[in-house]
């Protein structure tokens, strides 16, 4: 079973930083088109930005010149660099492949606020 672990999440000011981290157990991790989510208490949970295995990369508009993702092959892992955060960037963030698999990890939570 695919285990996805994320991390880095916290408390931050508007206007501050955060890099979330995603180590992901699965052999054919290369091969895969990664993406970031998100959810809030109550909606559904978004898709934020994604990456494939060749790089091309692609964002919702909300978080285009904010969020920057990135992935590292040799250690399975998945990134997403905040910058320029809001309070509405506030939600719990998860990784998955684009095509999600059937389990997810727990998550890290980001909370925006002054």
């Known amino acids: 079973q695919v285990q996805l672990v994320e991390s880095g999440g916290g408390l931050v000011q508007p206007g501050g930083s955060l890099r979330l981290s995603c180590v992901v157990s699965?052999?054919?991790?290369?091969?895969?088109?990664m993406g970031w989510y998100r959810q809030v208490p109550g909606m559904q949970r978004e898709f934020v930005a994604g990456?494939?295995?060749?790089?091309?990369?692609n964002y919702i508009d909300s978080v285009k010149g904010r969020f920057t993702i990135s992935r590292d092959n040799a250690w399975n892992t998945v990134y997403l660099q905040m910058n320029s955060l809001k309070p509405e960037d506030t939600a719990v963030y998860y990784c998955?492949?684009?095509?999600?698999?059937?389990?997810w990890g727990q998550g890290t939570r980001v909370t925006v606020s002054s």
């Open positions: 990456i494939t295995s060749r790089g091309k990369i």
């Open positions: 699965v052999s054919d991790f290369s091969a895969n088109a």
């Open positions: 998955n492949r684009v095509v999600p698999y059937q389990n």
